[in-house]
């Protein structure tokens, strides 16, 4: 079973950085992962995602912004996020996906994942 944990939330002012943590429970070199966000009363969205082999995508909302990364020795995936905005509040969570195959847009999206985190608060103030 594939046990996903966030961290690196917290309260930060409207321009400052936050690097969000999610370590997985088993190797992930073979998993697509990505970041999603859900603030109270709207839909999870995603808001950046990376495939197995390297490439990766971002919801326009971020992009020029937020670094999705992984590192398979520490089996971690990491978001860094810079010029954070008062939109950017939030519950973030990682999800991950075995074996995904599909188009890379796809995967900001929650429909293709297979495990998700618990998530970890991001509030940004202004």
């Known amino acids: 079973q594939v046990q996903l944990v966030e961290s690196g939330g917290g309260s930060v002012q409207a321009g400052g950085s936050l690097r969000l943590s999610c370590v997985v429970s088993?190797?992930?070199?073979?998993?697509?992962m990505g970041w999603f966000r859900q603030a109270p009363g709207k839909e999870r969205e995603g808001v950046a995602a990376?495939?197995?082999?390297?490439?990766?995508t971002y919801a326009d909302s971020v992009k020029g912004r937020f670094t999705i990364s992984r590192d398979g020795a520490k089996n971690t995936l990491y978001l860094q996020m810079d010029s954070l905005k008062p939109e950017d509040t939030a519950m973030y969570y990682c999800?991950?996906?075995?074996?995904?195959?599909?188009?890379?847009?796809?995967?900001?999206?929650?429909?293709?994942?297979?495990?998700w985190g618990q998530g970890t608060q991001v509030t940004v103030s202004s």
């Open positions: 990376i495939t197995s082999d390297g490439p990766t």
């Open positions: 999800a991950a996906v075995s074996g995904w195959s599909g188009a890379r847009w796809a995967l900001l999206s929650p429909g293709p994942y297979n495990y």
């Open positions: 088993r190797y992930i070199y073979r998993n697509s």
